[in-house]
């Protein structure tokens, strides 16, 4: 299983978890609302992702078991984009295409909930919430303490604000971490019960978020055998932690495997890299492991049953048409990346409905010519069809090889560089190099579709007036901040503020966190 793969599933439940807790502005909490938490959105959440690991490491512990070192390829996705569909908090009847037959025939095989898991993950929500209880007394010491000192309603408002706004901060991080935490109950509930498995290689996600107390461990295979050793070193290991592990097998090629000794001298030599001390991740842990000789065999819910029965193939353009009510045109776009688009689409559409109505959908370069055509009918409804044909032509000679996607100012849809997205691999690749050369701010094709999104959000709030708030925010972070459009990438810093925008609203909605995407984030939210 490899980390993309964990860090779809865990984007997933971030952004369900974060949906559980409703909390009020300033101004909402100064009139009296409180903080509400769906305790039930939590734990379906969570037990979905733990129902997702363990399904993706049983499957992969099956194939290695019955092909030894002879293992085929296969494209997680296949199970990935099925299952997720499926449990993906949503309401099940969705379900992307190429299901996995495996998992349809046999779903007790896969799918098996964990009794003792979902009594954890049951008690467990509940203390999650502790922190957010004294919220209402926080609350009113506020604004008494405002009140006393003479402050005007809108300044008692913001001090709110700043409260409401750890409490935000809080929900955050319990999101990642939680995410992390059931991840990996997943992939230890499988690996410890298969015969295959001696061992769990914990894989960091490395990019400049990493913390020293993951990187140290990267790649570190951990006994099986060894209780307190694995417990101590299963993800979470600090807040936020978005380490995971993978079952490691005698049919991998042999590694060192870690033992205290090790451990020891690694963190005497880097004392950062001593994890924090959760003591609910190791007593939790070690239950699962020392638990397996009692566990009985669980059956599958009857929700679950429910999942395999309805499920449906649906193609990409399909889903699109079904679920997300909108035409896009995929001939000659890889299926992977097309499935892809429709996550992000997905997303986009639930956050920004206002622009969603003036979208159009996607299509590729080398079948855009239809699209093109009706939005010059539109705009010159006096032409003849040979002119409507001749400017429809200049049109789409006028893209540039090295363009990956584009669209236009009164042009409903995105349309994506065939040549580039025919290829999934390749095209994966020619980003990351992007990316690593610092010309652009993310490193998938969702972020690519992100980036074309956000030029329609700029031109939808050019069109409502706004046109020059963004200058103005450009020039405040300048001045203010020290932030420059050179922060975000080589892409926003020469190429105008079109690009700069669009790049901003690519690298927030991928979920950058560095400074200059927060605050874009937030002056959006705004100016929206």
């Known amino acids: 299983m490899n980390v993309a793969t964990f860090l779809k599933i865990h984007k997933k439940a971030e952004s369900r978890i974060l949906r559980a807790f409703s909390i009020p502005s300033g101004e909402e909490a100064y009139r009296g609302k409180k903080i509400s938490i769906d305790h039930t959105a939590i734990m379906n959440a969570l037990e979905a992702v733990f129902l997702l690991s363990k399904a993706l490491s049983i499957y992969d512990l099956k194939r290695r078991e019955k092909r030894k070192r002879n293992i085929r390829q296969y494209s997680e996705d296949d199970l990935l984009s099925d299952i997720l569909k499926a449990i993906d908090f949503r309401g099940y009847e969705n379900i992307a295409k190429r299901p996995v037959r495996e998992i349809r025939e046999d779903p007790l095989s896969y799918l098996k909930p964990s009794p003792f898991v979902n009594e954890f993950l049951k008690e467990y929500t509940f203390t999650l919430s502790e922190p957010f209880e004294r919220h209402s007394r926080e609350i009113e010491e506020t604004v008494r303490k405002g009140m006393y000192e003479g402050k005007a309603y809108l300044d008692i408002a913001e001090d709110l604000e700043r409260v409401m706004g750890g409490y935000l901060n809080r929900a955050d991080v319990i999101a990642t971490t939680e995410s992390t935490r059931a991840f990996s109950l997943g992939i230890l509930d499988a690996g410890i019960e298969s015969p295959v498995t001696d061992g769990f290689q914990f894989v960091s996600v490395m990019d400049n978020h990493t913390t020293e107390i993951c990187s140290q461990r990267d790649h570190m295979i951990i006994p099986k055998d060894d209780a307190d050793l694995l417990a101590e070193n299963t993800p979470p290991l600090h807040p936020r932690c978005r380490s995971t592990l993978v079952p490691h097998t005698i049919y991998d090629p042999k590694r060192k495997a870690l033992t205290r000794e090790e451990l020891g ?200 007036g706004k046109k020059r708030e963004f200058t103005s925010w450009v020039t405040r972070m300048r001045e203010e901040k020290g932030v420059t459009l050179g922060d975000v990438s080589r892409y926003a810093r020469d190429c105008g503020h079109d690009e700069a925008f669009a790049e901003l609203f690519a690298g927030y909605t991928t979920g950058r966190k560095e400074e200059v995407f927060v605050l874009f984030g937030e002056w959006l939210k705004g100016v929206l």
């Open 265 to 464: 001298r690694i963190h005497n030599e880097y004392p950062e890299a001593i994890p924090v001390n959760r003591q609910v991740d190791r007593d939790v842990v070690k239950a699962l492991i020392s638990s397996r000789k009692m566990t009985p065999t669980f059956l599958v819910t009857e929700d679950i049953k429910r999942i395999v029965d309805k499920a449906k193939e649906l193609s990409p353009e399909e889903y699109a048409r079904q679920v997300l009510e909108v035409e896009c045109d995929y001939r000659g776009i890889d299926e992977s990346l097309a499935e892809e688009i429709n996550e992000v689409l997905e997303e986009l559409k639930e956050k920004y409905p206002q622009i969603w109505e003036q979208f159009g959908g996607v299509t590729s370069t080398q079948h855009s010519r239809a699209a093109w055509t009706e939005f010059f009918e539109s705009r010159y409804p006096d032409a003849s069809p040979r002119q409507i044909a001749d400017v429809v032509g200049r049109q789409l000679r006028s893209v540039k090889p090295n363009v990956i996607a584009y669209t236009a100012p009164g042009f409903k849809k995105i349309v994506v560089k065939s040549s580039f997205w025919k290829n999934a691999s390749e095209f994966q690749e020619t980003l990351r190099d992007q990316f690593e050369k610092g010309w652009l701010c993310t490193n998938t094709p969702g972020g690519s579709i992100a980036h074309e999104f956000g030029h329609k959000v700029k031109y939808f709030l050019d069109d409502a």
